[in-house]
């Protein structure tokens, strides 16, 4: 109960940060604020991942704990990449395109939108994270090139739960591939996983390693 009250207030939080724009409002400011709602989505992610950790042995939490603090970093990193390129307000607006597809994913009218943020923002991290987005509700061809799209050109990217866009794109596709019977494709994708990735999450958390180690190829 009390996650689904985080998870509803970051929501609101990001509804009303990012659709409520100040006209003539200067560009020191605008950092601020991105930085400012930066920290409050941190904060309560936090809160969300602590009440999700009682739950797992001692041994597990500090396990889950370090990668987290790895994947955070990364995702940090990434993101600082993105400040250094485009100005706050275009980050606000690249954000605000982001959230349209987050709240109703698989809605045209997500899909209009994040088409936009990749026709103005090509080479951000909320890029990659769209073009994955775009590659789960595909199917057939498209689902593949989208997949095989984010492998190539956004693999160092990241969503804020940790998850890293290159690792996630070769998980689904080397499912797609298994229900296609295409068994030597997905093989080779998740031992790139194990060898590359050995850190890689899913979106509940979960390592994406020990969710294929169990997988029979023959």
């Known amino acids: 109960m009390k ?3 985080i998870t509803l207030l970051l929501s609101i939080l990001l509804l009303f940060s990012f659709s409520s724009t100040a006209s003539g409002q200067e560009e020191e400011q605008l950092k601020i604020e991105v930085k400012e709602l930066k920290a409050r989505v941190e904060k309560l992610e936090k809160e969300v991942q602590e009440i999700k950790d009682r739950a797992m042995p001692v041994q597990s939490q500090s396990q889950a704990q ?14 600082q990449k993105d400040s250094e390129k485009y100005s706050s307000e275009q980050l606000r607006d690249l954000e605000n395109l982001y959230q349209v597809a987050n709240k109703n994913w698989r809605s045209e009218e997500a899909k209009k939108s994040l088409e936009e943020l990749l026709k103005k923002y090509p080479d951000t991290n909320r890029t990659g994270c769209a073009v994955l987005y775009m590659a789960q509700w595909a199917e057939g061809e498209e689902k593949e090139k989208r997949l095989k799209e984010a492998m190539e050109k956004f693999d160092d990217c990241f ?3 940790g998850v890293q866009v290159g690792a996630y794109a070769r998980y689904l596709l080397g499912y797609y591939y298994l229900d296609k019977g295409e068994k030597e494709k997905a093989k080779t994708l998740f031992n790139e996983i194990l060898e590359k990735y050995p850190d890689a999450v899913g ?3 979960e390592s994406l390693a020990e969710k294929i180690k169990g997988i029979k190829f023959e």
Do not use: P, Q
């Open 66 to 79: 370090e990668r987290r603090k790895i994947l955070r970093e990364k995702f940090n990193k990434r993101w």
């Open 203 to 205: 979106h509940d958390g």
């Open 3 to 5: 996650i689904l009250s």
């Open 159 to 161: 969503y804020g739960n």
